[in-house]
């Protein structure tokens, strides 16, 4: 009986053990195999975008901003203090050079000019009694020296009336120099009242008026705006990095908005002999190869320079080329559905497209989107294909 139960409780034990190896294999998801692709051969790939290198005619157009300013345009400004007594021109009345446009009240300077001119007569009449009195005193001084040899007079008398000539000397000086301060305060005055009167510096236009009868103003505020519209220029700024394609025969094309924005043909007048140290940029005036009735100094205009042109170009968008920390272009390129990564040269530089000289063909794609994850021989998936050549605008 009782090697009845021994038996009976060896084969539940085995049983018990076998139930729980099969379950130990099940959690642990059964007998693998070594890790790798997913079953079927799939392999992961990555997902990028890219865009096939175009070629053809390919112009980068630098456009910028500006406005229209003449060649004669000045702010006349008050070179005394005092009220405005009279105003002779307003706003668009034509003007000659040299003409009266408003005068300043010139009494106190007037008065001032009176005061300096009685200052150099006393002056003048200091210096005379000066001059009196030292030749006086020289003539003394003549008298006496001869009658010391035969002690008719002494040594120290002769000291003294030497001393005196000296001093008379100095005060001779003295008003000589009192006259010169006296007469240049007397010109500086004569001067300032000259300049009462505010005149045109050349013929042309009121462009503005900022004062009225009766206003003060200061020296230096101004006054008047004068404008000559025969000689209208723009000046646009290029930045450094297409200073150098800027020549005197660069194409230009000019926009005003108040016109239409018709294209209208111009040239460049002069170009700065240096860049701009503050800005990095070089100044470059333009000007319309004929003159247009409608434009008026301050309207606004687009300026297009055709800063490159190439005939057969290979050219890809920009923002698929990537630099290397040392500035070193580069971009990935799909080759037999792999990634590679490829080192270019660089050639004329457009906003959105950008010549591309050495490092690849016509036709190859490059990848635009999703190169954060690439590396040499890693398989993408190119979700879509875009690009073409054309003209550009540089920023």
Request: hydrophobic content about 40%; charged content about 25%; overall charge negative.
């Amino acid at each position: 009986m009782v090697q009845t139960r021994v038996k009976v409780g060896a084969v539940l034990l085995a049983g018990l053990l076998m139930i729980g190896g099969c379950s130990s294999e099940e959690a642990s998801g059964g007998p693998k195999g070594p890790k790798g692709p997913k079953m079927g051969g799939n392999v992961t790939r990555v997902s990028v975008e890219t865009v096939p290198v175009a070629q053809g005619e390919f112009a980068v157009q630098g456009d910028f901003a500006g406005e229209f300013q003449s060649e004669g345009m000045a702010e006349l400004s008050a070179e005394v203090a005092g009220r405005v007594t009279t105003l002779n021109v307003n706003i668009g009345d034509a003007v000659e050079e040299g003409q009266v446009l408003a005068e300043v009240d010139a009494t106190p300077t007037r008065q001032r000019v009176r005061e300096l001119g009685a200052s150099v007569q006393m002056s003048r009449a200091s210096l005379e009694e000066a001059r009196v009195n030292l030749a006086n005193l020289r003539r003394d001084l003549e008298r006496k020296e001869p009658l010391l040899s035969r002690q008719m007079i002494t040594e120290r008398e002769v000291e003294e009336l030497r001393s005196q000539v000296s001093a008379a000397e100095q005060r001779v000086a003295v008003a000589e120099a009192t006259i010169a301060q006296n007469q240049a305060r007397q010109a500086s005055a004569r001067e300032d009242l000259s300049n009462t009167k505010i005149r045109a510096p050349f013929a042309g236009l009121i462009g503005e008026r900022y004062v009225d009868r009766g206003s003060y103003v200061s020296p230096g505020q101004t006054v008047f705006r004068v404008v000559d519209d025969g000689d209208l220029y723009i000046s646009v700024r290029i930045p450094e990095r297409d200073a150098a394609r800027v020549a005197t025969d660069t194409p230009v094309t000019i926009r005003v908005g108040a016109l239409g924005s018709a294209p209208l043909k111009g040239k460049i007048l002069r170009i700065a002999p240096a860049l701009d140290p503050a800005t990095r940029s070089l100044r470059v005036d333009v000007v319309l190869n004929e003159e247009h009735p409608g434009i008026r100094p301050g309207m606004y205009a687009r300026v297009s320079l055709e800063l490159g042109r190439a005939e057969d170009a290979l050219t890809l968008m920009s923002q698929a080329i990537l630099r290397q920390v040392d500035g070193a272009p580069y971009v990935w390129k799909v080759v037999d559905g792999a990634a590679q990564r490829q080192e270019v040269v660089l050639g004329l530089v457009g906003r959105e497209r950008t010549q591309i000289i050495e490092g690849l063909q016509a036709g190859t794609p490059v990848v635009l989107r999703g190169h954060e994850k690439l590396k040499d021989g890693v398989e993408v998936r190119d979700i879509s294909v875009g690009g073409g050549a054309g003209e550009e605008a540089s920023p």
